[in-house]
């Protein structure tokens, strides 16, 4: 009987060892596929973060913060952050609704206001304009004088057309 019983326990447990060895490898070969997985993800999340940190190089290639000569034309004044300042004063050009001289178009309807302005470089601004139904966009040119005014001349414009 003990030796029964011996060989009864020397089975199950050969048993037991074979079942972990199978359930180990197969746990051990989808923590192996998810790294693998994750490492190939990974890389490919480095690649577009890479390229979109190229796109933003060069966007602020043509922007004011991001181009020191442009900033050094403003190194005698008190004005802390120029292309803010700036922002500022055309953005409040909207104020003026019906006055406002930097949109050269009749209101067809609503008012043309101004909705994103970007300060290229110490003397051009692009700005985008609408009156939720039309689209434009102007270029200007800007000079500060001795007072920290601003004084905006209008360069170009463009309203696209309506699709509808």
């Known amino acids: 009987m003990k030796k ?4 009864y326990l ?3 447990t050969t048993l037991i060892l074979v079942f972990q060895m199978i359930n180990s490898k197969k ?3 989808d923590l192996m596929e998810k790294w693998t997985y ?3 993800h990974n890389e490919k999340l480095k690649d577009s973060i890479f390229r979109l940190q190229l796109r933003l190089d060069e966007q602020n290639d043509f922007d004011l913060e991001g ?3 442009a900033l050094r034309y403003f190194e005698n004044l008190i004005i802390e952050n120029i292309a803010s300042h700036v922002k500022d004063q055309l953005y409040e050009t909207n104020l003026l609704r019906e006055n406002n ?5 009749a209101s067809m309807g609503r008012t043309f206001l101004i909705n994103k302005v970007k300060v290229l470089n110490h ?3 692009i700005a ?3 009156d939720g139904t039309h689209w434009g966009e102007i270029f200007l040119t800007y000079k500060i004088d001795k007072n920290n005014g601003l004084n905006f001349e209008l360069k170009e414009h463009f309203l696209y057309p309506n699709p509808d």
């Open 101 to 105: 001289n930097l949109i050269p178009y």
């Open 128 to 130: 985008d304009f609408s």
């Open 4 to 7: 029964h019983l011996i060989l």
């Open 27 to 29: 746990v051990f070969d």
């Open 38 to 40: 994750s490492k190939e």
């Open 10 to 12: 020397f089975v199950f």
């Open 67 to 69: 181009n020191e000569y």
């Open 123 to 125: 003397n051009w601004i």
